[in-house]
């Protein structure tokens, strides 16, 4: 079960209209179950191309890769791709969100819906 400050969290995220990257189908899922919208998920994708797609159709972006040595990795890659492309990185929503879930990967979400 959520606690308040989690759902405001999610609401504020729902309110702000923001796109969200994940890693996977798994990853999507979870925050569906949370009552997110607009998620995109990269898995199979070359990073080139997600960029280019991202950069037509969002202005900003939430990248929410897990929190591991290679979601870290893949987070610094995507985020470098979509500002050379002109798309805004909310940083302070990724930290946020890890702050306030602690989580390693993201499809551990689903343990709050228990």
């Known amino acids: ?40 998920d990269i898995s199979g994708k070359r990073l080139d191309d997600v960029s280019s797609m991202i950069k037509l159709r969002h202005s900003k972006i939430i990248i929410l890769t897990d929190f591991d040595r290679e979601g870290i990795i893949q987070y610094k890659r995507l985020k470098n791709l979509l500002m050379s492309d002109g798309v805004e990185v909310d940083d302070n929503s990724r930290r946020m969100f890890r702050k306030i879930f602690l989580v390693n990967r993201i499809e551990e979400l689903t343990s709050y819906l228990r």
């Open 1 to 40: 079960m959520l606690e308040e400050y989690q759902m405001r969290y999610i609401e504020g995220i729902l309110k702000d209209g923001t796109a969200i990257l994940v890693e996977g189908k798994n990853d999507l899922i979870a925050l569906e179950k949370l009552g997110l919208e607009t998620i995109i």
